[in-house]
């Protein structure tokens, strides 16, 4: 059965971090790119970030490129998102997709408020 769990949401004032995580399971996480992508309230997924299978490359949204960064680790299955700055514009539920069998996470939820 494919898994993707996300985790590390919560309640962050403006200028704060946190940092995400995508546990995967049942596919070959390490062979295929990954992807965030988020959802704010009463709008469409809006893509985030993307890093190829060696994590050797990534790709950024303009409205979080040098806030946010992705990275992986393949030996533990697992996507990353380092989310430094944070802006009320970012509040959105956060999920975690593969390229390869289109799968998706269920999100976890990101809310940026003072």
């Known amino acids: 059965e494919v898994q993707l769990v996300e985790s590390g949401g919560g309640l962050v004032q403006p200028g704060g971090s946190l940092r995400l995580s995508c546990a995967a399971s049942?596919?070959?996480?390490?062979?295929?790119?990954m992807n965030w992508v988020r959802q704010a309230p009463g709008k469409g997924p809006e893509w985030v970030s993307a890093?190829?299978?060696?994590?050797?490359?990534?790709h950024y949204a303009a409205s979080v490129n040098g806030r946010f960064t992705i990275s992986r680790d393949n030996a533990r299955n697992t996507l990353y998102l380092q989310m430094n700055s944070l802006i009320p514009e970012d509040t959105a539920v956060y999920l975690c997709a593969s390229e390869k069998g289109g799968f998706w996470g269920q999100g976890t939820q990101v809310t940026v408020s003072s």
């Open positions: 890093i190829v299978p060696g994590g050797g490359s990534t």
């Open positions: 049942g596919f070959t996480f390490g062979s295929s790119d």
